[in-house]
């Protein structure tokens, strides 16, 4: 039995990391929602603690390193849901795309600015700004990874259609509070 599933809703996927609350370590956080940012699926990291001497070798790629390749590859695998697109809240993440079938894109407000001495600069692909047709919600900037520029089109289409009812970043807030209450509950997580 073949079902037709073009008539389906999109699923978002937003993924970011997040220093502990101890500040001596990060947790990878990943939420999937329906467009109206109901959860599907929430998946979070142990805390990883790089040591002294990983802070020194690792320099200012250790977030990009700790963010793409030890929480975002595993927590991707790890996904019961497959999502339509996928948010970044770093600009790091976007090299996420390498190990996915679906658009991945970093979203921020218009108007922000990147600081581009940083890991937060380094993969600056194409970008579009995208307004909100109710203005409910403030304008943003959606930038592809570079080697992945046509998944700008697809995921403009996709964000264009939802923005009437769902800020695109309001879910990274959502995530950082889970892992603030999580870190309260266990004592792992801070």
Do not use: W
């Not at 929602?33 to 070798?57: N, V």
């Not at 595993?74 to 976007?94: D, F, R």
């Amino acid at each position: 039995m073949n079902v037709d599933n073009s008539n389906q809703e999109p699923l978002l996927g937003f993924l970011s990391l997040y220093e502990t609350t101890s500040h001596d370590g990060y947790i990878g956080s990943l939420l999937i929602t329906d467009p109206h940012g109901i959860p599907q699926e929430f998946r979070c990291t142990h805390p990883i603690k790089p040591t002294a001497i990983q802070k020194i070798l690792y320099g200012e790629s250790l977030e990009t390193y700790v963010g793409v390749n030890l929480c975002g590859f595993s927590l991707l695998k790890s996904l019961q849901t497959v999502p339509s697109i996928l948010i970044v809240g770093k600009n790091y993440l976007l090299d996420t795309r390498k190990v996915t079938s679906y658009p991945v894109v970093y979203v921020r407000k218009a108007g922000e600015t990147i600081d581009l001495s940083s890991s937060e600069g380094s993969k600056i692909g194409k970008k579009e700004r995208i307004e909100c047709p109710t203005s409910k919600f403030q304008p943003i900037i959606i930038i592809s990874h570079p080697d992945f520029s046509n998944d700008l089109a697809v995921a403009k289409q996709i964000l264009e259609n939802i923005f009437i009812l769902l800020d695109p970043l309001e879910p990274f807030n959502r995530m950082l509070k889970a892992i603030e209450v999580l870190s309260k509950q266990d004592k792992t997580f801070q």
